[in-house]
């Protein structure tokens, strides 16, 4: 069992009846809205809890990318991750992760992900994404070729980490002459690989076969948790295997505090600015972006969003987060996590306007009371 601190950097700030006048925090949200100066300050206090988490023995960090939006603030989740490759020294950096289809040519994350593995001493965790929905509006590119760029994108990414260049590589999408990336990475034959979905039976057949880790997407029902990783367990078992369970993870928000009460009158301000404000638009999707097979099981599941959620009692019988004491959050973690039967927890301490202060002393209590129990558990 092993415990990562995911962060996506969210503006804090935006005004209070954004959701009234705006019908997306994503691709035309005005960035008139972005303060430059407030978002220097939250850059660095961001960073100083994501190295925070190193100090306090979690198992790894965990960022992100995203594009024109105030739902994440890393376009390029590789300067984070630089970052705590030089401020951290034992933690993985898990960046999960770069969207392949935005890189022209996919060489650049081959190189910049082995710079990173050779900075951090061998603790990169590389992700790869197609990208959301939202980020093929904002990059203007074909969201009908997504699928197969991603495809053609990874192959060209492990072959440059595995394969003596100079080469060549000639597919639909990428023409290079010459691949011979310098640095390579310190992991061989090259770094864990982790893929993140939101369900999508193309893209857990892709994890599956190549023995990769699947990580399921927060802010859904418990339930289409549970049917998501079942799914997974089948792709995997068609492959001739039974995963292990650190080939899957999941991301749930997560709060500490004294007592239930306390922790729900901390962090309930903050989840509902998240899920009113920053999720607005997150569903945007261009056509041709998905099959249409993995479109209707996606669009099957959008009752059970967090975004469509109302009530506290929602929250806590669907699972969108844990949130309590010591004790309640050891209890439900260890529940949830046999009930799953994942081996990665990704928590995600901070979310939407929950204050610096109050974020870190959640994880200080989640890294002292909680994870060594449930380790144990």
Request: aromatic letters at 14%; a negative charge; proline letters at 8%.
């Amino acid at each position: 069992m092993k415990f990562f601190f995911f962060h996506l950097m969210a503006w804090q700030d935006l005004p209070s009846d954004f959701e009234k006048k705006y019908d997306s925090a994503w691709i035309w949200a005005p960035n008139t809205l972005f303060d430059p100066e407030k978002g220097g300050r939250l850059y660095n206090e961001y960073i100083d809890t994501l190295v925070y988490a190193d100090e306090l023995g979690f198992d790894g960090v965990c960022v992100n990318e995203h594009h024109q939006n105030a739902y994440g603030l890393m376009p390029s989740p590789n300067l984070i991750a630089s970052i705590l490759a030089r401020q951290t020294r034992n933690v993985k950096i898990a960046v999960i992760g770069n969207a392949l289809p935005l890189y022209n040519p996919p060489t650049r994350v081959a190189e910049e992900f082995a710079m990173l593995d050779c900075i951090s001493g061998g603790r990169l965790i590389a992700g790869f994404v197609v990208g959301g929905g939202p980020e093929y509006y904002s990059y203007g590119i074909n969201p009908t070729h997504a699928r197969e760029m991603f495809r053609e994108a990874h192959d060209l990414i492990i072959r440059a980490w595995t394969e003596p260049g100079p080469f060549r590589y000639f597919s639909k999408h990428y023409h290079l002459n010459y691949v011979n990336p310098w640095p390579r990475p310190i992991q061989q034959p090259h770094p864990q690989i982790w893929i993140p979905g939101v369900g999508s039976i193309e893209t857990m057949e892709f994890v599956a076969k190549r023995r990769y880790a699947y990580m399921g997407i927060p802010y859904f029902h418990i339930d289409v948790f549970k049917r998501t990783f079942d799914t997974f367990r089948d792709c995997c078992n068609r492959e001739g295997y039974e995963p292990d369970p650190e080939q899957m993870g999941w991301i749930v928000p997560v709060h500490v505090a004294e007592t239930d009460e306390q922790a729900r009158k901390e962090f309930e301000p903050a989840l509902w600015y998240f899920a009113k404000k920053l999720l607005l638009g997150i569903t945007i999707s261009p056509p041709g972006y998905t099959s249409v097979k993995s479109a209707l099981a996606i669009d099957k599941n959008r009752g059970k969003f967090l975004h469509s959620i109302e009530t506290w009692d929602e929250i806590e019988k669907g699972v969108y987060a844990i949130v309590g004491s010591p004790a309640t959050v050891r209890d439900k973690l260890s529940y949830y996590q046999k009930h799953l039967g994942v081996g990665n927890i990704l928590t995600s301490p901070q979310i939407g306007t929950l204050p610096h202060e109050i974020a870190r002393r959640s994880m200080k209590m989640f890294a002292e009371e909680v994870m060594p129990y449930v380790r144990q558990a």
